[in-house]
């Protein structure tokens, strides 16, 4: 285990899971600690995973000003953490609303990034919205699977603000819903309401974003779940478009594929982090509009 203090004080955990070359990771949520995050599918037997509890999440401190909680403020964090690590450059890996987050440090720090990883991750920091549309019709698709009438009412809840009716909408996001994926939902569905609560609070401007991240030369990895109703490979792929060197790829699964896929998952990274050639994902990008982006809320 790794502590830390950020740049307001705040002593951050950072927990070290396997050898070889270090792999810093950015857990979502947000406001869910790294344990979720477990081995991510056995990539631990190749990687040292570097899994950073967030701040107010896991062993990290809370922050005495809650506003610390905003993404665009955690970059520092991430930053701090590099320092401590005494890397030129990471390779960084970000899941989910961590995606979005890892979008943000690369955007500011170009030149800190080795090789970026993005795990199905909120894409609205980029102006990427997934559309009524294709929440349904992804949502929709899983009508055939026993659990889908039972649960349905609770993805409907939960989509309309009901916070209690999370639990009962994830099998929606995991592909198989199996006893693997139910244990895995279970078992880390716990998150600080109040680091959730002001994450996605005072981003900076899209087309800034965008901008800087056209500047990013390092090789990115896109990592879509090919269930997943967000981001859907679409998304992905417009989002590595954003990159000069940046590619899209789906993986069996959901939200979580090392989760239900392991093995699929562990593979993809490692072959991208030696730099072994990916073909791009090429899919037309529907008109953004609409709800703000979901991949970044399970």
Known sequence: MISFTSY???????????????????PGGPGRSSRYLGDLGGLAARRRLLLL?????????????????????????????RVRLGLERMDLLGHSAAGGLA???????????????????????????????????????????SWYESRLPDLKAWDAGDESRRPGAQPFFYSPWNEAAEAHA????????????????????????????????????????????GPLPEHAAELAGLFPH??????????????????PFAEAVERFLD???????????????????RGSRP
């Open 246 to 263: 940046g590619t899209a790829v789906v993986l069996p699964g959901a939200h979580y594929p090392w989760v239900t896929a392991p093995e």
């Open 275 to 293: 730099g072994w050639p990916f073909c791009p994902v090429r899919s037309s990008t529907q008109p953004a509009g609409g709800r703000p982006s």
């Open 53 to 81: 509890d967030n701040r107010g999440t896991g062993e990290s401190a809370v922050p005495r000003d809650p506003d610390t909680y905003a993404m665009d403020r955690m970059v520092a964090d991430v930053e701090a953490l």
């Open 103 to 145: 979008l943000l440090y690369a955007a500011r720090h170009p030149e800190r990034i080795g090789h970026l990883v993005l795990v199905t991750p909120a894409v609205h920091p980029a102006g990427i919205e997934i559309t009524d549309e294709q929440w349904s019709a992804r949502i929709e698709s899983r009508a055939g699977e």
């Open 8 to 26: 307001d004080g705040t002593v951050l955990v950072c927990h070290e899971r396997g050898e070889g070359p270090a792999l810093v990771c950015l």
């Open 186 to 229: 279970t078992r880390f569905a716990e998150r600080s309401a109040e680091a959730a609560k002001r994450f996605h609070t005072g981003m900076p401007a899209a087309e800034e974003t965008r901008a800087r991240l056209a500047k990013v030369t390092a090789p990115v990895l896109v990592i879509a779940g090919e269930r997943d109703p």
